[in-house]
């Protein structure tokens, strides 16, 4: 089974093909190429590092934009009459994995 560790968003991802991964927004649209940096490549029993060189690409095809959970912030301080409410929603990318390899 071949598999990579990748760099994506700020964020390592395990990744093999056909996987999918949501990661934070990347640039492009629906259908565009990406690139990642593999940090780890195993190929069966061989295991092969960045420190080592690797020359192999990841590559991934953007599927479509999501966002993420509702994530709701309360501010309160007693007796002063002080509420303020926010919410916030992280803009994340959906990758699917389509090469590893040369």
Request: hydrophobic share 35%; net charge positive.
């Amino acid at each position: 089974m071949t598999y990579a560790i990748v760099k994506a968003g700020g964020r390592q991802e395990k990744v093999s093909v056909g996987s999918i991964v949501v990661m934070n927004q990347i640039e492009g649209q629906p259908g565009d190429t990406v690139e990642f940096e593999p940090i780890l490549l195993v190929d069966g029993d061989k295991v092969t590092t960045s420190a080592q060189g690797i020359s192999a690409k990841v590559a991934g095809e953007i599927v479509g934009p999501e966002k993420g959970p509702k994530i709701t912030i309360v501010k309160y301080k007693n007796k002063t009459g002080y509420k303020k409410r926010m919410g916030h929603r992280q803009k994340l990318t959906r990758v699917k994995i389509t090469s590893i390899g040369e």
